[in-house]
Each structure stands twice: as C-alpha cells, then as structure tokens.
C-alpha cells in the first residue's frame, strides 16, 4: 500500500458534465472550456461523445468540437464512441483516442445504449479493430461498478469481468465508473482488488461521481491501492442521463487539492482550473461544485 509519485488526470467535464445539462451548451463555449482545461496543464481532456443525438442531443455538435479543437502539443482530446458509426464518425474529425463503455450491470446496459453486455461487447469487437488499424487508442468504460440505479448491489466479480473483457479485446486502459456515486472507500478498495487480480494497476483508472459525497473519500482509498490515474470534472459539472439522480463527476479541483496535499504530482496548476471552473459556472449558470474551486475564487 504506497500512494503513486504522479497522478494523470482525465478531465472529462466538456463530455460527462456538459451531456447532462439541460439545455445543449453552445460549441463555442465547448471549446473555450477545452482549451482553458489545456493552458490549466491537463493533459487528457474527454472532448466529445459520438452518439445518437436523439439519446444525447447534449453532444450533438460532436463533429463540430473535435473540428474547432485548437490542438495543443501533448494534449489527447479523446470522444465516445458506442458503435462503427461513432468511430468512423470520430476518424473523419481527427480523434486519436477514442473509448467504448459498457457496464456490468444488465440493465443499466440497456438504458444506456440498448444492448446487454454481451451484445455490447459483440459491438464493441469491430470498434477496437478498426481502430487498431487506425492507430486510434481505445479505452474502455465500465459502468455500475460501485451500485447500479435499476440493480442495487453490483457484485465485485461482475465487474472484474467485463474490465477483463474490454481489456482482452484491447483497450489500453479501462476506467472503472461508480456511475451514481453510491460507492463507500472499503467497497471501492474491494471492487479494485478484484479488477486488479485479472489487470494489471496500472492499467486502471477510476472514474467517480459524488452524489453521496464520497467521491475524495474512495479517491483516497483506491490511490493508497496504487490507482494513478483519475477522471474528474471540472467544478463537479454533470451527471449522467441514463442514470437519474447521479450527480457530477468529482471536481477536478477537488482532486487536484487532495493530491497536492498528499504529494503526488499532477503538472497541473490549481489557480488556473480554478478559474475555469468559477468561468464556466458562472458562463452556462450552473453552481460550482468544487469546495476548492468555490475558496480559492473567494481569495
Ligand atoms: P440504438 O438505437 O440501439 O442503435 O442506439 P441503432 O444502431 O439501432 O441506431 C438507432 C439510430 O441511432 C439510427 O438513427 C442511427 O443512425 C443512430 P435513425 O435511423 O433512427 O435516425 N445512431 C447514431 N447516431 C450518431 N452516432 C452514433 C450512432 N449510432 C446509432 N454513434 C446507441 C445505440 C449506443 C447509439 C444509443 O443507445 C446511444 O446513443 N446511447 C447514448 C448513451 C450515452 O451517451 N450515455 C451517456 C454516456 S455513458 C456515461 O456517461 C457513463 C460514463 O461516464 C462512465 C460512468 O460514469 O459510469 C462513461
Ligand atoms: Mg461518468
């Protein structure tokens, strides 16, 4: 039990905050965020999700994000992608990391993109090969890890179970989603050990939301496990459509606090995504959800 030197961060804010808003966020917006998420010294940004836009029309504009992307040197703008649509979708735009997500429970499967588990991974078998022969990395979502909306309780080894799918099939990396911020520290440390039997640490990432509050608390628990890599938000933006009730992602600011206080390097500057958040906040009306975010913009 040791905590990781450096931590990488994958802001997925302008994706998974930005597709629960009720009103569709205009493009421009979109990549004001993305860039300043970049000057602030993130180095992986979800950028967009091409999916249906009668499911989503949050992310409708996909083709027009990943287009009007300034794309900064060592900067991954990643997209969603579900299906052969969506990646060759995401190709024609330049995308060069894309992901596929799935969930290990049944019916939260359903809601989300209309398929079981196992016809999820049937569909996502020629995403990863045609973005093989692109040269596109593909990472791999799995939802419901920590409690499931429709299902309750989600068995740990459910879980391992379809991350060691995705992770057979080839995704580089697969994050583990507690898509309604159900999860408590001793469960998340539980459901990490038995992913971490069949991949290996540092291949994983965790992905959680804060609805209950527990997000930095099971943050915490999986960093001492040796997870170094997180997905968070900035000022806790979103939710997620498919599961109603979930709140944002854990701020990003929040995250970045925490691991400075503990010494774990991120090359990210707190003031500047800070700012950010208190920007987009305020720009699209939303409250701020990072603790952080809110103090440091009242100094
Ligand atoms: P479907 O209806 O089963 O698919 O949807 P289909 O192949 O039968 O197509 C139906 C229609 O969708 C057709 O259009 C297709 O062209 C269109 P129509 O003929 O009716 O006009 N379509 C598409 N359009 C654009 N892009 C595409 C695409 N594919 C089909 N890629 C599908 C299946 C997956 C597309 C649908 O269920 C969907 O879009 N779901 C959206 C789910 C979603 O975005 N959820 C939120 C993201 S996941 C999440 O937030 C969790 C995560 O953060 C981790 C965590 O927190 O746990 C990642
Ligand atoms: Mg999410």
New binding site residues.
Partial sequence: MSFPSSVRLVE?GP??GL??EPEPIDTATKLALIDRLGLAGIRHIEAA????????PQ?AD?REVMNGLERREGITYSA????????E?ALECGAEEV?V?G?ASETFSQK????SVAESLE?FAPVLERAKQANVRVRG?????LGCPYEGEIAPDKVAKVSKALFEMGCYEI?L???IGTGTPLKAKRMLEAVAKEIPMAKLAA?F?DTYGQALANLYAVLEEGIAVI?SSVAGLGG????KG?SG?VASEDVVYLINGLGIKSGIDLDALAATGHWITQTIGRPNRSKVGVALSKK
């Fill in positions: 997925v994706r998974d597709q629960n999700s091409f999916v249906s836009p009668k499911w989503v992310m996909h969603l992608t579900p299906n052969l649509k969506g990646l979708a992901a997500f969930a989300n993109i209309n398929c569909r979502y799995v939802s419901c890890v994050s989603g507690d898509t992905h939301h997905d997620c459509p498919y599961a979930a992602n």
